[in-house]
């Protein structure tokens, strides 16, 4: 379980096939003290398990189903990850729960800077819409925001300057892909109203 509050970013330092999974590899500095192997650290949101570590880099796996759901598949030496380590019960929480469980990908349609804010427009699923509401939260790139804005099949966010200078949201350009989890309150109130 994470909250969607980004504390580092890290750069692709490689990337590898082996017989069933790509294996990454994450060069980030000053982060992995406290890490083990086996330990979950949300990559761009999506849970991933440490499966190697060095003092400075970390590895991790993705099988097709992975590749296939989030924008992993976009990603190549050098790209820069939001990084965060999964929250621990007596640490006080920010944003809001994120599972690292990615619903879909979604294409960056606008970006629009003004003197208070930047906007970010990303498409919207039919599938998807019924989680997305407005000034309700939702999990981009890993990075828990509120909504500001919702249509037919669009939504947008606004970005505070903290939260663009510290996360990969600075990098963004139009139709880049980003991963997107919907809030997971959401998810399961609609499962509720609409089960028979």
Known sequence: MFTGIVQKQGGIRAIKR???????????EKFLKD??????????????TVVD????????????????????????KGSIVNLE??????????GHFVQGHIDETGK???IKNDKKRTRITISLSKAMKPFVAYKGSVSINGISLTISDVEEKKFSV????????NTNLSQLKKND???IEADMIARYLHKIITTK
């Open 35 to 48: 890490v083990k192997k086996g330990d979950s650290i949300a990559v761009n949101g999506v849970c991933t």
């Open 158 to 165: 606004d970005i505070i300057p903290h939260t663009l200078k």
């Open 177 to 179: 892909i980003v991963n």
């Open 53 to 76: 570590l060095e003092k400075d880099c970390f590895a991790f796996e993705a099988i097709e189903e992975t590749l296939n759901k989030t924008n992993f598949k976009k990603l190549k």
């Open 18 to 28: 082996t017989s069933k999974a790509l294996r990454f590899e994450v060069e980030i």
């Open 108 to 110: 960056i349609l606008e």
């Open 85 to 94: 380590k999964s929250i621990k019960w007596n640490e006080k929480i920010d």
